[in-house]
């Protein structure tokens, strides 16, 4: 009996939404094969791992638009794998896809962890982030099994905006060091006057991803946030980093920005 290629047939379900992305990765697929094309050691170690939970997926009861979305995130993973190979990163080669003491390697519970992230998110813009985080922490061995279950707890919880108020955030950081962007303009009478915004950006600082001084505000959270006194965290950073949101369209941030200056 031929063997089914669980790659390949996830990779479909999830084109619905990841489009282009989906088709691309389908082309690397050799007939007859299980896995898609990956480079020197990450091959079979990835696709092992992809089809093992692969297969897991395909077991499960899900809605119809769970199965996309599930399938998204999947091909979304794969995709920046194979980006991060081509751009030159090196996989990690500390235990991260090992079993220890007898529990599963980190590898496939956090993959586990983000396709149950993706299966019940409403909000899709997020799966594509989902997926990148997956395939970054393949190439960052400073990134513990811990820290890294905490960092997609946050993706989980937050939503598609606080993840663009992050971005600008780590941008205005990078312009301001390019000295793009002058310091005093953050002096002065610029601030967040959203209520929503402010409630979204409030979160951000509780979980340790933006920071705010204390002194401003102190007794009315949902007062305006001067810009002067707010700067990403290097948690913050981390996250934007690992979940690769420079990749969020430039026009989203655009109008996110047009409402509240932050850079």
């Known amino acids: 009996m031929k063997k089914k290629n669980v790659i390949k047939s996830i990779i479909e379900t999830g084109s619905e939404i990841s489009g282009g992305i989906g088709s691309a990765l389908l082309s690397t697929i050799i007939p007859g094969t299980t896995g898609i094309i990956l480079g020197g050691a990450a091959a079979p170690i990835l696709t092992k791992i992809f089809t093992d939970i692969g297969t897991e997926i395909q077991n499960r009861y899900l809605s119809s638009r769970e199965v996309l979305r599930t399938g998204a995130a999947y091909t979304y993973a794969l995709d920046r794998i194979r980006q991060n190979e081509l751009e030159g990163y090196t996989l990690r080669d500390d235990d991260f896809f090992e079993p220890i003491a007898n529990n599963r390697p980190a590898s496939e519970e956090l993959l586990e962890a983000i396709i149950l992230c993706a299966q019940r998110e409403s909000e899709e813009l997020k799966l594509k982030f989902l997926g990148n985080l997956y395939a970054n922490l393949c190439f960052r061995p400073e990134i513990s099994r811990e820290h890294a279950n905490q960092i997609i707890k946050n993706a989980d919880t937050l939503s598609f905006r606080q993840s663009c108020i992050l971005q600008l955030f780590y941008e205005r950081l990078e312009d301001t060091k390019a000295l793009k962007v002058p310091k005093l303009k953050f002096d002065g009478k610029w601030e967040i006057k ?31 946030i001067p810009l002067g006194a707010a700067g990403i965290t290097l948690s913050g950073i981390t996250f934007c980093e690992l979940l690769s949101l420079d990749q969020i369209d430039n026009d989203i941030l655009s109008k996110l920005n047009d409402v509240t200056e932050i850079k």
């Open 194 to 224: 959203e209520i929503d915004i402010i409630s979204e950006t409030r979160e951000l600082q509780q979980k340790g991803l933006i920071s705010i001084d204390n002194r401003m505000n102190a007794s009315d959270l949902s007062s305006p």
